[in-house]
């Protein structure tokens, strides 16, 4: 497919670029090129193999820039959003999450997770990082619906093991363009050492980078305190497993000390708020991180916890609560948030062809509607984008140069009703009968 | 008109009614039933005089339930935003807001008043607690396009007058159903003692409550410490303000006397959390207030401090920013939240009909869109409105039996476009060439 996309204002996210009015012209999967209206006529524009357009769109003036990087996810616990609200991480996960995940099949979470792209896809996300069980199934819901997906192993003692997590590692690097695979584990507490050892040995072999949760709560360090003498992240680093990079999702209870590993070892932090918010685990330091030039990168978390999988509210969250935090109205801007949820959420993710528009990268982008109340007048687009925004902006989704998503209407094979109908066939059998009696509260 | 609304979920928001399907009957501007399917047929329900539909709408399984009711906002504030972002809140006023507010015509109002109504809609909003300059001007804006306004006085040292504000309570209460008037001025730091005597006289004559801007930021109570020896409530009430009830916008850094007050004193506290997040005022005790039986309502503010005019994101924010005040996931559920921005809202703003969906209140009511992606599964309805929805979940909004939005469509008199077009000028015109400049970013 070959599109034109015209009649656009443009924000590439390239460094100290503004927005300006012009042109994306994609050739199947990339961009052939990004053109400024007036400075170079597009027409002119060498077209190495005399393109011809399968479609040519009309912005209507409205933007497009890249599509939103959602670091850190479990795209198949759509299962369980609204099932255990207001009750605290811990008690949430032993009594309320793991027990319904132990039912779960691998077709369940095919299903769920072609759920979470529908609603990935009105948000305006073009990529995420997932973690969760049986990641084959969710690299096939994304490859059907055509997510462009980074695989992260949820490795720990009781559901799966290193052999695995190498095999996986060969399996979904490099065999199709929209999956790929990075090492990690589920968190500090839920691994032994001679696990995590064996991890780091692996990641040595291949020079991987490590991925993890990681001081979440208050909790979840004191007890690694008690139990290892340091802190998480610099209890793991101990082992080996950060040489090759790699990132903590959540990072919010990070001592000094654990802000210097993420400092030494060029390490991204994913931070989730609304997550946080929701499980009262705290406010990440994200302009504390930015000031150390620690990559922060934007993440929902699944839907179990959030528990919606909208990256509008998750940037309006990163900059309203640094706000709170540090007592400051100045505190990350709109274009600091931005950049996490674009440029940085790609670093963090390794997908070094997916951060920012430009000639070659993948045509991953969206329209965002300024023609709406919200976006309205335009004193500032990035400014209503972070602070106003809402996945109603949303136009247009396209993951690797095909729409997936524009006006309300999804292009990813099945239709949402036939999803839906899946999903709410498993949250019956899984939750159960006394479940089902409580469905309309 | 008199519109029959069938095959829909229904939340009434009344007493432990939990949510069941049926139909909504309206005549004219109000409820003229609601019927539980099966229970009764509404066919053979009375028809007092043998109603004849003007419309007949198939639900298709969504939910009915009350508009929101947005209880502090100030509407034509739309002028301003992404205009000032990441500014403290006093810079914000004197450098920011000031400086433009006074270059603002009456026909200016109206037309930023009328963007803020296509906004509100949007959202599900019902009802608005404006309060602003001229407020004439938003109530015309308001009866033109058919939203609901409780106008509230911003009385102040500068702005206006006690006469001005007797003579516009007597005019607007009364005058057009859509619109009433409650007395009020802008903050205990912006009126003279004099100024809130007399105001507190004129509540007296008409036994009328009193609302205000209250205790936003610490900056605030520590200065009325400082100059009255007692915090702001405490002192408003001293002048007899309070007498006849009222309540406060905002209320973030309360003292255990203000709130003595305001419990005593039966008043509402109208939070605002996200303006509260973006300026870094604080966080409101909410879920305090509600164990100390202080009803709790929901607002906006102004898109110039929010930057959005949505109660979805401040209903997340209601319950998400108390989780992490009070350190406990189980803070303010669901259900509580939406009583805040329904029930409560009404209830501050006196509008007795528009509170719950029962027989003879106001037709104010929204259908949300259940067969979006963030909306699946149906684990929890009421959970999923809060913790997971959005305004692109509003497929209708209709106030006093008209609807003004369906299905992202406007009804409200004038085009989307043209409404804008006007905005836009008045923003070119107040805010300067140096600004235009700017638009870009």
Same mark, same amino acid.
């Given at each position: 497919?070959?599109?034109?996309?015209?009649?656009?204002?443009?924000?590439?996210?390239?460094?100290?670029?503004?927005?300006?009015?012009?042109? &994306?012209?994609?050739?199947?999967?990339?961009?052939?090129?990004?053109?400024?209206?007036?400075?170079?006529?597009?027409?002119?524009?060498?077209?190495?193999? $005399?393109?011809?357009?399968?479609?040519?769109?009309?912005?209507?003036?409205?933007?497009?820039?890249?599509?939103?990087?959602?670091?850190?996810?479990?795209?198949?616990?759509?299962?369980?959003?609204?099932?255990?609200?207001?009750?605290?991480?811990?008690?949430?996960?032993?009594?309320?999450?793991?027990?319904?995940?132990?039912?779960?099949?691998?077709?369940?979470?095919?299903?769920?997770?072609?759920?979470? /792209?529908?609603?990935?896809?009105?948000? $305006?996300?073009?990529? &995420?990082?997932?973690?969760?069980?049986?990641?084959?199934?969710?690299?096939?819901?994304?490859?059907?619906?055509?997510?462009?997906?980074?695989?992260?192993?949820?490795?720990?003692?009781?559901?799966?093991?290193?052999?695995?997590?190498?095999?996986?590692?060969?399996?979904?690097?490099?065999?199709?363009?929209?999956?790929?695979? =990075?090492?990690?584990?589920?968190?500090?507490?839920?691994?032994?050492?001679?696990?995590?050892?064996?991890?780091?040995?692996?990641?040595?072999?291949?020079?991987?980078?490590?991925?993890?949760?990681?001081?979440?709560?208050?909790?979840?360090?004191?007890?690694?305190?008690? =139990?290892?003498? /340091?802190?998480?992240? &610099?209890?793991?680093?101990?082992?080996?497993?950060?040489?090759?990079?790699?990132?903590?999702?959540?990072?919010?209870?990070?001592?000094?000390?654990?802000?210097?590993?993420?400092?030494?070892?060029?390490?991204?932090?994913?931070?989730?708020?609304?997550?946080? !918010?929701?499980?009262?685990?705290?406010?990440?330091?994200?302009?504390?991180?930015?000031?150390?030039?620690?990559?922060?990168?934007?993440?929902?978390?699944?839907?179990?916890?959030?528990?919606?999988?909208?990256?509008?509210?998750?940037?309006?969250?990163?900059?309203?609560?640094?706000?709170?935090?540090?007592?400051?109205?100045?505190?990350?801007?709109?274009?600091?948030?931005?950049? !996490?949820?674009?440029?940085?959420?790609?670093?963090?993710?390794?997908?070094?062809?997916?951060?920012?528009?430009?000639?070659?990268?993948?045509?991953?982008?969206?329209?965002?509607?300024?023609?709406?109340?919200?976006?309205?007048?335009?004193?500032?687009?990035?400014?209503?984008?972070?602070?106003?925004?809402?996945?109603?902006?949303?136009?247009?989704?396209?993951?690797?140069?095909?729409?997936?998503?524009?006006?309300?209407?999804?292009?990813?094979?099945?239709?949402?009703?036939?999803?839906?109908?899946?999903?709410?066939?498993?949250? =019956? =059998?899984?939750?159960?009968?006394?479940?089902?009696?409580? /469905?309309?509260?």
């Amino acid at each position: 497919m070959n599109t034109r996309l015209y009649n656009a204002r443009i924000l590439t996210m390239g460094k100290n670029r503004p927005i300006f009015r012009g042109e &994306v012209w994609v050739k199947d999967d990339r961009i052939l090129c990004v053109l400024e209206n007036g400075e170079k006529d597009c027409r002119q524009a060498e077209e190495p193999e $005399g393109i011809e357009w399968d479609s040519e769109i009309d912005c209507g003036d409205n933007l497009i820039m890249p599509g939103f990087k959602n670091a850190h996810t479990h795209s198949a616990m759509t299962l369980l959003r609204s099932y255990a609200d207001d009750v605290p991480l811990q008690r949430w996960l032993n009594d309320k999450i793991f027990p319904v995940e132990k039912k779960l099949t691998g077709e369940d979470i095919y299903h769920l997770t072609r759920l979470a /792209v529908l609603e990935y896809l009105t948000s $305006g996300i073009t990529a &995420v990082f997932d973690m969760y069980l049986m990641p084959e199934k969710t690299a096939q819901a994304c490859i059907d619906t055509g997510m462009r997906c980074v695989l992260v192993s949820g490795l720990n003692n009781f559901t799966s093991s290193v052999e695995q997590v190498e095999e996986e590692y060969l399996k979904w690097n490099g065999k199709h363009e929209l999956i790929s695979y =990075r090492m990690g584990f589920h968190a500090e507490y839920t691994c032994s050492k001679d696990l995590l050892y064996r991890l780091a040995q692996l990641s040595h072999k291949y020079h991987a980078p490590v991925y993890t949760h990681l001081s979440e709560t208050k909790r979840e360090v004191e007890e690694c305190m008690a =139990r290892c003498g /340091v802190p998480p992240a &610099v209890y793991l680093d101990s082992m080996g497993l950060f040489e090759f990079g790699g990132g903590g999702y959540h990072c919010v209870h990070m001592t000094p000390a654990d802000m210097d590993v993420f400092r030494r070892r060029r390490l991204c932090v994913v931070t989730c708020p609304a997550s946080n !918010m929701k499980l009262a685990s705290g406010i990440a330091p994200a302009a504390k991180f930015e000031r150390m030039k620690i990559p922060v990168a934007i993440g929902t978390d699944g839907a179990a916890s959030n528990n919606c999988l909208d990256m509008f509210r998750e940037m309006f969250l990163v900059s309203g609560l640094s706000k709170l935090k540090e007592n400051d109205a100045s505190s990350l801007n709109a274009m600091s948030v931005l950049n !996490m949820a674009t440029v940085n959420g790609a670093f963090a993710m390794g997908l070094a062809d997916a951060d920012v528009l430009a000639e070659g990268k993948y045509a991953d982008l969206i329209l965002i509607d300024l023609k709406q109340p919200n976006m309205q007048p335009l004193n500032s687009i990035t400014g209503n984008i972070v602070y106003s925004g809402s996945k109603s902006n949303v136009k247009m989704t396209m993951i690797g140069g095909k729409i997936l998503y524009s006006n309300g209407e999804f292009h990813v094979g099945d239709s949402p009703e036939s999803i839906y109908r899946e999903c709410e066939k498993i949250v =019956r =059998r899984v939750t159960g009968e006394g479940h089902i009696n409580s /469905v309309l509260q």
